[in-house]
Structure formats: structure tokens, C-alpha cells
């Protein structure tokens, strides 16, 4: 609809272009305003008049041509031009949209690539809610973009080489043994880091070791490289498993070590484009004059350092994906760092610098408490998910104790409330849950949302009628609960180009959350199963969309939605 309106004011409007008119469209907060606005404030120096007087002069001009199987009436009001558009000519064409099986899908994407780096879990550590985070927001965002038709290269780049294999060798060698190791997995590893970390305080030598030892990995040491794949087969085994409760998948792992043959080609180029600097035995390239610290690449032992991996690997995929765009998304507290990384990119004379996106996102907060990785007071993904899942199960032998399949859809149920939970809001947000709110079926939850999508299925599985046998007549869905489902079903193609254009999945989230509570509306006020056959069809191929779309937006968040709960 959005279309036919930029086309009708493009025609008075010769300063702006389609996608600007477009950008400035919106809807109403109030449906005696109209079905749709177009400010007229932005135009007002350009023009030289009040924003009032050039809605008014565009009013005058609409009207003398105006097209009333379109538009039914045009106003002019505190500087907004409000058309009020033909309902039933609004909503046969929503409606025949929506019952493509392309809704929501766009070509703006088609033969562009983006890579997303996402995840990225360290080895040897434990899979925590940090983690989570990335995960969630990542597998979202390939979901998005694959919707806009882009090429999207899920990659997980994993935290398998640094420093900390170092600490964890000597720490292996003074206080575990491998029958620990293999008993107890990345449970002892971690058990073992932290006292590395209590004794080094007290033996500064112990890092000493640590360096040693990582300088014997980087040398291609037998024992040292034996011990870290030891380390790293054992972790993968554990994402794993978190994994297929999310049921997330990657393209490519390829971890910190993949680049290592590729390093010295950095720096050499680093060095021959005039950008490394000697500092106190270690090599940087000065960021000074752009009010940033000094990028450190390799340190004073000649051992590598995070920023030369990943400008080894920004390097590896645009020469081999030759992506349009390449995202990372980290933790907020990483954010100068990867301004660093993409500051050096430009330095070396690479124009797709601003290709280089890096997505940052908030704290996690449970039960108000923040986590903590390096004194083991950490939470784990696996128990979070699995505690979801434990609660959603009592709830539904509670609520629905003859359910099919309870297992499989207490998983959808319990996955689903961590993953909308986390995305309802901005990512920059810090994310902050109790237990009964993320799980609660009545308020702004995942499975508040999930219930009403197997609401809205349970009521066609009722009515005995294929969808594919049925018609709708406009003119039955005219009240005002029909027509205000319309117009969200309308807003669905919008929701998810905003998200993809602000790499935010919280439009979608909040949009099918009102999408939700908007049909629960609809559900107990007007008779869906109606005595009238035509209103009865009517209803139900606007309940049959309601379902159609709400299950097509939660999976684009990563969230199933059941048949039945």
C-alpha cells in the first residue's frame, strides 16, 4: 500500500525521490488520523512555507484527481497530510498479498554476500549466556538477511588460540590429571583456569610458564599442539550439544588457528605500508591521531596478538567470499577494539573498511546478578536452556497434561522463551530476566506469543474447513478488531526490512507481539466460527494469515511454534 501512496505523492512532490517519500510515510497512533501520514516538516525550509500550509496545498492538489476506489478521503492537520484509505479496497489487497507464499520476502539482497561472525565461543571455556547472546542475535540476523535474498555465510569463529592455552597447559600439568579431564570435560578446565589465575597472584612466574608454553604452541610444539587439540575436541563436543538445542548451525568453524600461516603476511605487509611502530620490543601501528589507543600486533615475545588474526582474517574472506558486507557480533565491551581492527583495515588502503560492521550488544543480567567468567562464578548456557526447557514441561503436564509430543514442545516452549526474551529489546540493551516473567504465558513472553499461534491454528483445525476451499469478502472484515489485524499484516514487510536495515531483530519481536495481542483481541470479541457462512470464511483467512505470519516472524527470531500447548 506504502507503494501506491509514494507513487501518488511523488507525482506533487518533485524535491523528493520514491525511497525518501517512503521513509517519511508512516501510520498514525490513532485511526480517526488516518491509515497513513506524510509530515510535511522536513520540507518546510526547503519549500519556504509552514509545514501546515504545504499539507493544506498538497491536500487541494490530491483532491482535484483523487482516485475514491483508493482513497476515501484526504485531511490536512498540524502540518500532516492523513489519507484515509478505501477499506475494502485496503483490504483485499493486503489480504491477496499476504496469501502469497513470498510475503515478506525481498530481492534487495539478491547477489550481495554477508558474512556474519557470530558466537564465537572460547575453547577450553565454558558455553555461557554471553555466548548465548551472540548466538541468538547472529542466527537471527542470517535469518533476516536471508529473507532480503542475501548470500549469508554463518561463521563461527572460534576462540581457539591465545595466551590462555597457555595457562591452561601449566595449570593442567600442576593440578589435574586426564582422567579429570575426560570425567569432567570443560567443567575441569574451568575448575583449573581459576586456580591458575589464585596461584599466579602469589607465583608471578606461573605466567612466565604460560607464556613459554603458548610461544611452543605458535612454534608447533608436539606436546603443547597435542594437548590444545585435546582441549578443543572436548569443548566442540559441549557447544555442540547447545547448538542443537538452539537449533543453530554454522557454515564455517573456522577458529583463531586457521589464520596463523597467515599472520606473517600481515605483518609484513603492516610493515612494508609504513604502519608498524616499535614499542618497548612489541610491534603497533599508532592510532593516535584518531584518539585511539595503539593497536597492538604482535607482543614484545614475537607471539601473536588478537588484532593481527583478525586483520588476517578480514583479509581471508573478502579475498574468498568476496562479501559485501562482513558483521560481528561481540559484547559491548569490544567495541574500541574492533574500531582499532577496522581502523588499521583502512590504513592499509582497503576501501571496504566501511563494509565492516560490528554489531555490539549488551550485558547479561539473571536474577539481577551480573556474570562473571574469570572467578567461576558463571552461568552456564546449557543449565539456562535446560532449565527452560524443565519448567516448560511442568507447566504444560500442568495446563495441558494429555499434550502430544510434550518433550518436543516444552524444547520450543523453553528455547523460545530465552531467545524472545532477548530479542524483544535493543541489543545494546542489557538483558535482565526472571524466571516467571520469561516464562509467563499471559504478558510480553515468547510463549505468549506461541500460545496464540496454536490458539489461532487450534480454531481452523475446528472449523473443518481447508483454507484452500475458502474466500473472504472484504466488506466482513470492516469492524474495527478485522481491520486493525489488516493493518498490522500490512506493517509485517516493514518490520522486517527495519530490522535488517538497523541490524535490530527487536522490530520483528515487538511487532509480532502486538500481532499477537492484536488477534487475542480479535479472538474474544468477534465470533470467528459465525452462523454466517461468509463471515465465518471471512475470519478464518484472516485467522489462517494471523498464524501464517506469526510462525514465519518467530522463526526469524530463531523461535518454533508448536501445533498445540
Known amino acids: 500500500m506504502k507503494k501506491e501512496l509514494c507513487s501518488l505523492l511523488k507525482d506533487y512532490l518533485d524535491g523528493l525521490d520514491i525511497n525518501e517519500i517512503k521513509n517519511l510515510l508512516e501510520v498514525p497512533p490513532q485511526n480517526e488520523l488516518g491509515d497513513y501520514s506524510f509530515p510535511c516538516f522536513s520540507l518546510a525550509k526547503k519549500l519556504h512555507k509552514s509545514p501546515n500550509i504545504i499539507a493544506e496545498s498538497l491536500k487541494q492538489n490530491i483532491d482535484k484527481s483523487l482516485d475514491k476506489t ?40 539478491i547477489g550481495k554476500t554477508i558474512c556474519i561472525d557470530y558466537s564465537s565461543p572460547n575453547i577450553a571455556k565454558n558455553f555461557h549466556v554471553g555466548h548465548l547472546r551472540t548466538t541468538i542475535i547472529g542466527n537471527s540476523l542470517y535469518k533476516i538477511f536471508s529473507k532480503q535474498g542475501y548470500n549469508v555465510i554463518r ?28 570425567q569432567n570435560g570443560i567443567a575441569e578446565l574451568l575448575r583449573i583456569y581459576v586456580i591458575f589465575h589464585d596461584e599466579a597472584d602469589k607465583n608471578p612466574n606461573l605466567i612466565n610458564e604460560a607464556r613459554a608454553w603458548f610461544v ?18 572436548i569443548s566442540i563436543i559441549e557447544f555442540n550439544r547447545i547448538y542443537k538445542l538452539l537449533d543453530v548451525e554454522f557454515d564455517y568453524y573456522t577458529g583463531e588457528s586457521f589464520y596463523l600461516d597467515k599472520l606473517q603476511a600481515v605483518v609484513y605487509e603492516l610493515d612494508d605500508k609504513n604502519l608498524l611502530v616499535h614499542s618497548q620490543g612489541a610491534k603497533i601501528v599508532d592510532l593516535d591521531k584518531y ?86 562464578n558463571i552461568v552456564y548456557a546449557e543449565e ?37 526474551n532477548d530479542l524483544i529489546n535493543t541489543i545494546v540493551k542489557n538483558v535482565d530476566f526472571t524466571w516467571d516473567r520469561v516464562l509467563n504465558y499471559n504478558g510480553g513472553t515468547g510463549p505468549y506469543v506461541q500460545y496464540t499461534c496454536a490458539r489461532a491454528k487450534s480454531v481452523l483445525r475446528k472449523s473443518n474447513i481447508s483454507i484452500d476451499n475458502i474466500h473472504f469478502n472484504a466488506k466482513n472484515l470492516t469492524d474495527a478488531n478485522s481491520y486493525e489485524l489488516v493493518k498490522l499484516i500490512d506493517q509485517y514487510p516493514q518490520a522486517i526490512n527495519e530490522s535488517a536495515s538497523k541490524y535490530e531483530p527487536h522490530f520483528i519481536a515487538r511487532y509480532v507481539l502486538l500481532l499477537a495481542q492484536t488477534f487475542n483481541k480479535f479472538y474474544h470479541e468477534c465470533s470467528i466460527i459465525n452462523d454466517d457462512d461468509e463471515v465465518k470464511n471471512s475470519r478464518l483467512v484472516l485467522t489462517y494469515i494471523i498464524q501464517k505470519i506469526i510462525s514465519d516472524a518467530m522463526n526469524l527470531l530463531g523461535i518454533k511454534c508448536p501445533d498445540e500447548m
Open 155 to 182: 561463521i563461527n569463529h572460534l576462540g581457539d588460540w591465545g595466551t590462555q592455552f597457555g595457562k591452561l597447559i601449566v595449570a593442567y600439568k600442576n593440578w589435574s590429571s586426564k582422567e579429570l579431564v575426560e
Open 384 to 420: 539456562i536452556l535446560n532449565e527452560a526447557i524443565k519448567r516448560a514441561l511442568i507447566t504444560i503436564e500442568d495446563k495441558n497434561p494429555s499434550l502430544a509430543n510434550k518433550e518436543n514442545v516444552a524444547k520450543s516452549v523453553g528455547v523460545g522463551a530465552i531467545i524472545f
Open 291 to 376: 584518539c585511539m589507543p595503539p593497536c597492538l600486533i604482535t607482543k614484545s615475545d614475537g607471539s601473536s596478538i588478537y588484532a593481527v588474526r583478525d586483520i588476517a582474517t578480514i583479509l581471508y574472506r573478502k579475498n574468498t567470499f568476496k562479501f559485501d558486507k562482513c558483521i560481528y557480533v561481540t559484547g559491548m565491551e569490544q567495541m574500541l577494539y574492533f574500531s582499532q581492527v577496522f581502523k588499521v583495515i583502512e590504513l592499509m588502503g582497503y576501501s571496504f573498511y566501511n563494509n565492516l560492521i560490528h554489531i555490539p550488544y549488551g550485558l547479561v543480567y539473571l536474577e539481577g546478578a551480573k556474570l562473571s567468567t574469570r572467578d567461576g
Open 70 to 109: 483508493f482513497i476515501e478521503n484526504v485531511s490536512a492537520a498540524g502540518g500532516y497530510l492523513n489519507f484515509f484509505i478505501n477499506k475494502e479496497y485496503y483490504i483485499n489487497k493486503v489480504l491477496n498479498n499476504a496469501l502469497d507464499e513470498n510475503f515478506g520476502k525481498s530481492n534487495i539482497g
Open 216 to 233: 611452543k604452541m605458535e612454534s608447533k610444539d608436539k606436546e603443547a599442539l597435542e594437548i590444545w587439540k585435546w582441549f578443543y575436541d
